[in-house]
């Protein structure tokens, strides 16, 4: 049985910083094609934040790739994104994702696993 669960979202000040985790079990998330984070705002499309692939290879969405930084650690099992610099239109539920035949720049409908989200407030 596959899940993810997210944690490290919450309320922050423009500017300020917060590392979101992805505890996988049931998977091993360096196995996993790909990995990644996205994010959805009510009313909007779910969006992709940032994916990394077994090889390492990742890919930001263009308004965050000087701000966020995606990362697995192999030993826990668990995916990472540090986010930086954060704004007002960061704000939204962040989820992780995994799949085995996904690729890094595939949407999110071509995910299957996913966490629950955790939100992150930006003010």
């Known amino acids: 049985h596959v899940q993810l669960v997210e944690s490290g979202g919450g309320s922050v000040q423009a500017g300020g910083s917060l590392r979101l985790s992805c505890a996988g079990t049931?998977?091993?998330?360096?196995?996993?094609?790909?990995v990644g984070w996205f994010r959805q705002v009510p009313g909007k499309e779910r969006e992709g934040v940032a994916v990394i692939d077994s090889d390492g290879d990742t890919a930001y969405a263009e308004s965050m790739k000087d701000r966020f930084t995606i990362s697995v650690d192999n030993a826990k099992n668990t995916l990472y994104l540090q986010m930086n610099s954060l704004k007002p239109e960061d704000t939204a539920t962040y989820y992780c994702?995994?799949?085995?035949?996904?690729?890094?720049?595939?949407?999110?409908?071509?995910?299957?696993?996913w966490g629950q989200g955790t939100q992150v407030t930006v003010s």
């Open positions: 994702a995994a799949d085995v035949l996904a690729g890094i720049q595939d949407p999110p409908s071509n995910f299957q696993f």
């Open positions: 049931g998977i091993h998330l360096s196995s996993a094609f790909c």
